[in-house]
């Protein structure tokens, strides 16, 4: 299971801090990571961390969002800066599972960013 916070209202050109902790076994093969999704789109990737401590981010949120994960792997943090109102939407963490080959997913926490 998958449980996510740290959703908000936020001003352009803020920051936000969404937090997603797995409860269970976690594998050292699982990837961790978030998606993103507005009303008529389809989900969209944004960043995933493996838990050797590789990153991966989304051409669009290169250089403004941090995501990293707990010494016990088993919590996922974005750190959003520089908000822009293009990234309002619910987002959506997720756990791959290499062993297995299963997807879980989070429950979404909506980010609104006002202009």
């Known amino acids: 299971q998958l449980q996510a916070s740290g959703g908000g209202l936020v001003q352009a050109g803020g920051s936000l801090r969404l937090s997603c902790a797995a409860s269970?076994?976690?594998?050292?093969?699982?990837?961790m990571g978030w998606y993103r999704q507005t009303p008529g789109k389809e989900r969209e990737w944004v960043a995933s961390a493996g838990s050797s401590g590789s990153t991966n981010y989304a051409d669009s949120v290169k250089g403004r969002f941090t995501i990293s994960r707990d010494s016990a792997k088993s919590t996922v943090f974005l750190q959003m800066n520089s908000l822009k109102p293009e990234d309002t939407a619910v987002y959506h963490c997720?756990?791959?599972?290499?062993?297995?080959?299963?997807?879980?997913w989070g429950q979404g926490t909506l980010v609104t960013v006002s202009s």
């Open positions: 997720n756990l791959q599972r290499v062993v297995g080959g299963y997807t879980f």
């Open positions: 269970g076994v976690i594998f050292g093969t699982d990837v």
